[in-house]
């Protein structure tokens, strides 16, 4: 027949009825099962959600979980189909998967999840613990294209792999954009209308609830033209949204040097150790000059080439939109 227990904590439920075939049809990914016949037990062991004994005789069962949980059992003389309705999934639960590069996780292992139903917007390769990457060939792995429904009916674990590719570029200059003087004074404070009205360039990052917080750096690539020198390159960032008049000054990138094209990697100027606030940031690209001759906003022989990041908190490789049906 068929029981229907709630175990409130650690102690279990008791059931006391004869049979010889047992069936359970709902409960916690891990639950403990003990029969017993005339007061020996004839049975124990850990069983999951669906799984079946047979021919044991008992005529007691003691069922027990790490969790708070609703028991149902099937107990007696004969068996019972597990398709039965009352095991069908009955919660569904959707989320949305950031997945950065290299192998991810998308699904823990849960035998309480029926079926998963996934979507992502690149292509993607599927795999178990075992999958692997090997000079960016996966292995033990399948594509499914970008866009594309696919179903995953396996309770286990569940790894992605979309791309080994760790960069995301911020800002990239085909060196059509220039950087204006923005003549230094001693004790300045910018502010993001003044550097607007001079025509520095600028882009935008945004940072969502994912993201606040997160400690990140960047790296800068710079170019100098023939006779630029006392040029200081700096990012200036709104202190919260692109209407903050608030600016943080990253302090020099770079001072005048001799002409040519120049990488700087996540000095102390291109640190965030506390990350940003949640919102859009206007990241201003500042050339600020003592150079004599030079007009506010006048052309500069100077520009930033690439602004980009290698950390994982910006280069996402793509997101997944995952739908479980569960048990």
């Known amino acids: ?77 004969q068996p019972i189909d597990v398709q039965e309705p009352s095991i069908r999934q009955q919660t569904i639960r959707a989320d949305q998967v950031f997945i950065s590069n290299g192998i991810n996780t998308l699904l823990e292992n849960d035998p309480a999840r029926v079926i998963a139903r996934v979507e992502c917007d690149k292509d993607i390769w599927i795999g178990g613990e075992n999958m692997a990457v090997v000079l960016g060939t ?77 400690p990140f750096k960047l790296k800068v690539l710079l170019q100098f033209d023939e006779g630029v020198t006392a040029h200081g390159s700096k990012l200036f960032i709104t202190q919260g949204d692109p209407t903050t008049e608030a600016l943080d000054n990253t302090g020099f990138v770079s001072g005048g ?34 150079s004599a001759g030079y007009t506010a906003g006048q052309t500069v022989g100077t520009r930033f080439l690439k602004v980009w990041t290698e950390n994982n908190v910006f280069a996402l490789a793509g997101t997944c939109q995952v739908m479980q049906e569960r048990g």
């Open 257 to 290: 040097v001799s002409p040519g094209t120049y990488e700087y990697e996540g000095n102390q100027h291109l640190k965030w150790p506390n990350g940003l606030s949640v919102g859009v940031h206007r990241v201003f690209m500042v050339d600020e000059t003592t």
């Open 138 to 214: 996966p292995q033990n792995a399948r594509r499914y294209k970008a866009g594309q429904e696919f179903e995953i009916r396996a309770y286990g674990h569940v790894n992605c792999y979309i791309s080994d590719t760790a960069q995301a570029v911020l800002f990239d200059n085909d060196g059509s954009v220039s950087n204006v003087a923005v003549p230094w004074e001693y004790g300045t404070v910018r502010t993001r209308t003044e550097l607007e009205n001079l025509g520095v360039p600028y882009f935008d990052i945004e940072i969502p609830a994912r993201m606040a917080g997160v």
């Open 1 to 77: 027949m068929l029981f229907q227990k709630r175990q409130n904590d650690n102690e279990g439920v008791f059931i006391s009825t004869v049979g010889s075939h047992f069936t359970l049809l709902k409960a916690a990914p891990v639950t403990r099962v003990s029969l017993f016949k005339n007061g020996s037990k004839v049975f124990e062991s850990i069983m999951w959600q669906g799984m079946s004994l047979k021919n044991i005789p008992f005529d007691n069962i003691y069922i027990s979980s790490d969790v708070i949980q609703d028991i149902t059992i099937w107990a007696g003389q």
